[in-house]
Structures are given as C-alpha cells and as structure tokens.
C-alpha cells in the first residue's frame, strides 16, 4: 500500500499496475477521502438519482506549504491529486480531456484553472492556489435536483432560501476496507480501492495531462479508461 500520488510519473504507475496484475499481488494507493462517510453519502447521493442531472462540478483547493522536498513534487502531486481522484469515483465516470492554464513559481506550479471534462458529460472546474496563507478546500456538485459542498470531511447542502446546513445523517466505517481488499474478502467490484493500483494510475495520467495542456495551451485527451492497463 502505498499513500497517494501512487507515483513520481504515470510511467512508474503503469509498470507497477501491471506487475500486480501479472502476480496477482495487490497494489493499492491509499485514497483516504473515499473512505470519509461524507464522500461515501455523497457518492450514493449521486449514483441513486438523488442529485439529479449533474452538470457542473467546481473545486477549489487554496494553500500548500513550501516544498523542499524535490521527490514530493509540487501542489499537483501534494493536494489536487485528491481531487483528479475523487471526483470521477464519486460521480462513477472518467475523466476523458482537460484545459489548464498552469503558472509557476520557479519549478512549481503555483496557480492553476483546470476544466475536466467526464464521460457522464458533468464539467469539472477546478481552480488550485498555492501560494495563500488561506487553506481552503471544497468541492461542489450542482445537481438538478441537490447540490452538496463537501469540505474534506464535511459536507453541506442549502435550504430553498440558499442558505447552508452541515448534512449530519453520515454513517459508515470503512478503515478497513483496504485490508479487506488485500486479503480478497471484497467481492469484485465492491471495492472502494482498486486492488491493482489502477485508480492511482487514472489519477497520475489526469496529473500529467493537465501539465501538459498548460504547457500546449490547448486541451489534452485521455485514454480510455477501459483500454487502461
């Protein structure tokens, strides 16, 4: 097991994925926020009908401290991986393309306005700041018939008067669930986690894709993600 970003590079990624494949040994990236009854709720919420059409996500992740540590990678690899993460899982679609404009701070990026683009048809937009003494972390999901903010652990839905309220009927355990994962005693697609470490691999290629648009100026398209090793 390993803690997230599953890797440096998406190559490393997908060298590891299909090791574990081949040796059926497991290989899990440890997700955290999955396993938040918040995100699980959530996640329920939207795959059951509840939240309606969904076509529009924004999230914003605001601070990140400085980086002396090279091999950590910058705010990309240290926080926004959560969210090139957990977005897709709970709305149950990939990502399929992204635009970016990405600045830097020497080597790091310290400013970047993401649109990502799911198969479901919602647009993710995603707006990261790194250098601000304000942390700030939130995702909001505009549904037709609900919208819900998650903040981290949190998560919040507005009366009829626009007003917000912390949505406190959560329930759920799933510490764990990574254990039972590895030991086999979670049926095939059950999983919170993917047992081969495809899921940090989805993540890693969203990572680099949204580089890449920075750097090209233009949209970047994603494999897809049943063609993924």
Not at 214 to 228: I, N, Q, S
Request: aromatic share 8%; net charge negative.
């Amino acid at each position: 097991m390993v803690d997230k970003p599953t890797t440096r590079m998406a190559t490393e990624a997908e060298e590891l994925v299909a090791l574990s494949r081949a040796l059926d040994v497991p290989f899990l990236t440890a997700f955290t926020r999955r396993f938040f009854p918040a995100s699980l709720f959530l996640r329920e919420r939207v795959r059951d009908g509840t939240v309606g059409e969904l076509p529009v996500v924004d999230a914003l992740q605001l601070g990140c401290p400085p980086n002396n540590r090279p091999q950590d990678g910058g705010f990309f690899h240290q926080r926004n991986v959560h969210i090139f993460d957990l977005v897709p899982w709970i709305i149950g679609s990939p990502v399929t393309r992204v635009s970016a404009d990405v600045r830097y701070n020497g080597q790091w990026e310290h400013v970047a306005d993401m649109r990502l683009d799911l198969a479901s048809g919602t647009q993710l937009g995603f707006l990261s700041l790194a250098d601000t003494a304000q942390n700030q972390d939130e995702i909001s999901f505009y549904g037709s018939r609900q919208i819900y903010r998650l903040q981290r652990e949190t998560l919040f839905s507005p009366d009829r008067r626009g007003l917000w309220h912390e949505v406190t009927a959560l329930t759920g355990d799933a510490t764990t669930h990574l254990v039972d994962v590895a030991a086999g005693r979670v049926p095939a697609g059950e999983e919170i986690v993917d047992r081969h470490g495809a899921d940090g691999l989805q993540a890693m290629r969203i990572l680099e894709a949204v580089k890449e648009a920075g750097r090209r100026g233009e949209p970047v398209c994603l494999p897809d993600a049943t063609e993924m090793p």
